[in-house]
């Protein structure tokens, strides 16, 4: 007969489901909870095919327990009950998890309603490799939270916590630790106040009044310092972004210096995090991992530290980096990991409360949306609450500008409205976007925060697939070309692209406004634009590849939208023809600054555009309204040609008139316009700026091959 799903709804009901229900005899269900039977006291049969049973006494939940039927046993899952306000208004709390210090005590606490027993231990060292015996203390428990104060100040200390759990021993990790021992084994407790670096306190954020105001660079920390050629010190390391006037072997600018020169307003910087030891050993770091498998995610990593046995220092260089942006006003946006954690069974959070912080399905396997292995439970109040703490974290210690969500569309809606609103508490101008996939993770649909809901959280940002994909091609079809290198009749997709992929004229619509739209042509994932055009263009020269690379940054940068840039695409960057370098060596994944003089005309290109647009609003309108009221487009044009005016002012800007003009053909075109006037050309197929290159009186156009037009009038 067998069981299908036992399912604990709350503390005394279960819902049972057998793969036939004919013929059950219900006088034979047993509940067995540790070692004791729980009688029903009532069992129906629901209108879905479900048993529900009410139990005679509540089931305890530092017990697992089983339904048994005749020869049958099946585990009772809890994942449900961790769900419903049964739950909830008995455990949860609002508390402050993190330690905290004061001048004759530290006090600790642990939230974990199945536990038995909790012990704090504490060491010496942060290194597990070395040998000593921790003083232990046993904490005490009320309503699932776990206390304790020691009556010393233990500051230079490390801790874990032994807990035991269905009667597995095991020591965890505090996930609300502030830093780490080496390999991020033990956590470091430590007092904030000693990690600023100089004149910390006078750190300012730029700010921007819309999304659409910035533009958008993708690093990774180790990619920017650690070719040979890029002439910094500390390569690899949070320091080696704050060397300031590096040069390749040609004296142009590498690294930071070249980040500043290029003139964007953020970085996107890739984990950082304390990500998996397996990945990299903070002992001897000499492996490569972008670090999307976190572990602490309170905490910095270590091998971008000088010293990763030195929890202090892991946090003060991290914010001597920060400082150094902001001081040149960069905004740091950080690249964060909620979505799942590296192995399942050795995280943490698995360790303090199984089945509470993960999504499983009825039959107690663990939902895998991700592709990872696991997908946390964002919509258990506890794992919410731990992520809103952890990013309030780093936005008040760190001084934070954004969020980059991993795969966001994992997340429940709710939890990233609430993230929302208490950023916004602490920066108003705080940017929130994206991964808005929609995966097949075990939440409904509607509940996902993935971009098909986009109108359900307007002031959170998505990357727009549709805007990479257009541009240069399917990125799961390595051949399959896009609008700058051939394909042909995507006019309208361009149009689309051109309004920041809001409703303009017909009933295209993936977002409600500009500033949702991540507009981006490559980014860590997958090929570069480069190699991209490598696999997809295998019969045009370099010149031509040269300009498809320009062509698509000029389409980037003057749509509405939000403008993001993988590092190294105005270099022309290539990682080999590798498209998942997530653990490619430093040959790989390092960009190679010498390149910078091969493809000197593309870095002054992209340099030109981000400086018209940084100086013309007209580019950076920030709601659908002003779009459909600002833009017109050309109709009547070339074969693959898109043309269009700003109109009227647009956003203030002091240029009444702008005209843009995108030619993806291997010919030239000419463009006839509705009207005569005096226009001045910014842009053309060689240079970019905010200064006029040309001055024609005419209501005729001439367009060259493969590249951008942008011309004002007056």
């Known amino acids: 007969m067998g069981i299908s799903d036992a399912i604990l709804i709350n503390f005394a009901n279960i819902r049972i489901k057998f793969h036939h229900i004919d013929y059950v005899d219900l006088n034979k269900i047993k509940i067995l909870n540790g070692n004791s039977y729980i009688d029903g006291s009532s069992i129906t049969l629901t209108d879905d095919g479900y048993f529900n049973v009410t139990l005679a006494k509540e089931v305890d939940i530092k017990f697992k327990s089983f339904l048994i039927y005749n020869h049958d046993k099946l585990s009772i899952s809890y994942t449900e009950l961790y769900k419903s306000e049964d739950f909830n208004k008995r455990f949860f709390t609002d508390e402050n998890l993190f330690y905290t210090l004061s001048a004759n005590s530290t006090s600790f606490k642990l939230w974990s309603p199945a536990a038995s027993s909790v012990s704090l231990l504490i060491y010496n060292s942060g290194d597990t490799d070395v040998k000593e015996t921790p003083h232990e203390y046993k904490m005490s428990e009320h309503k699932g939270l776990w206390k304790i104060i020691v009556d010393k100040n233990l500051e230079n200390y490390f801790y874990t916590f032994k807990i035991n759990i269905y009667g597995n021993i095991s020591e965890v990790v505090d996930p609300y630790a502030l830093s780490v021992g ?30 659409t105001d910035t533009i958008i660079y993708e690093i990774n920390i180790r990619d920017m310092t650690y070719d040979k050629n890029s002439s910094v010190i500390n390569k690899g390391k949070y320091l080696g972004l ?135 439970a964002s919509e258990n109040l506890m794992m919410r609450k731990f992520i809103i703490d952890s990013l309030v974290h780093w936005a008040k210690e760190y001084h934070i500008d954004g969020f980059r969500f991993d795969l966001m569309g994992i997340h429940d809606l ?92 017909d009933d295209f619509e993936k977002f409600l406004s500009p500033n949702q739209s991540i507009n981006y042509i490559s980014c860590h994932d997958n090929h570069t634009l480069w190699d991209k055009f490598q696999l997809n263009s295998p019969n045009s020269n370099i010149d031509d590849k040269t300009q498809m690379v320009k062509l698509a940054l000029a389409i980037l940068i003057t749509s509405q939208g939000v403008p993001f840039l993988h590092s190294g695409v105005e270099l022309c960057r290539t990682k080999k023809g590798v498209e998942n370098s997530y653990n490619s060596p430093d040959d790989i994944n390092a960009i190679d600054w010498n390149r910078k003089a091969d493809f000197k005309s593309v870095f002054e290109y992209t340099k030109g555009l981000i400086e018209l647009r940084l100086n013309h609003p007209a580019f950076r ?76 009186e005419t209501d005729f156009i001439h367009v060259g091959s493969l590249c951008a037009n942008v011309y004002y009038e007056g």
Request: hydrophobic share 30%.
């Open 242 to 376: 704050t060397e300031n006037n590096t040069l390749n072997s040609f004296n142009q600018s590498t690294s930071f210096s070249h980040i500043k020169e290029l003139g964007v307003t953020h970085v996107q910087i890739m984990p950082f995090y304390d990500f998996s030891h397996s990945s990299i050993d903070e002992k001897n770091p000499i492996d490569y991992n972008w670090g999307y498998d976190p572990v602490n995610l309170n905490c910095t990593e270590g091998a971008f530290c000088t010293d990763p046995y030195n929890p202090y220092l892991r946090v003060k260089e991290l914010k001597k980096m920060i400082h150094h942006f902001h001081k040149n006003n960069i905004g740091v946006i950080m690249d964060v990991v909620f979505n799942h954690l590296f192995k399942l069974e050795e995280t943490n959070f698995h360790g303090i409360f199984p089945g509470y912080y993960f999504r499983y399905y009825n039959n107690g396997e663990p939902s895998n949306g991700t592709g990872c292995g696991n997908d946390t």
């Open 182 to 211: 080496v390999n991020g084994l033990r956590g470091a407790i430590i007092d904030f106040a000693n990690t600023n670096p100089d004149h910390w306190k006078n750190d300012i954020s730029p700010k921007y009044t819309n999304y």
């Open 414 to 505: 709710d939890t990233m409205k609430e993230i929302h609103k208490e950023l916004k508490k602490i920066n108003p101008t705080i940017i929130i976007y994206g991964e808005g996939w929609d995966l097949n993770t075990n939440l409904p649909l509607n509940k996902r925060a993935s971009s098909n809901n986009f109108n359900e959280i307007p002031s959170i940002g998505f990357f727009n697939d549709y805007f990479r994909d257009i541009l240069k091609g399917n990125i799961f079809y390595p051949a399959d070309q896009g609008y700058v290198n051939g394909k042909q009749y995507l006019e309208s997709q361009i149009r689309n692209c051109v309004v920041g992929s809001v409703k303009y004229k």
């Open 621 to 696: 309108l920030s709601t659908a309204d002003s779009i459909r009221n600002s833009i017109e487009f050309i109709n009547n044009t070339a074969e693959n040609v898109v043309a269009f005016f700003i109109k009227h002012h647009a956003n203030k800007d002091e240029w009444r008139n702008i005209l843009v003009i995108y030619n993806p053909n291997k010919h030239s075109v000419d463009i006839k316009l509705p009207y005569k006037a005096t226009w001045n050309q910014v842009v053309n197929k060689y240079s970019s700026g905010n200064t006029s290159i040309k001055v024609e």
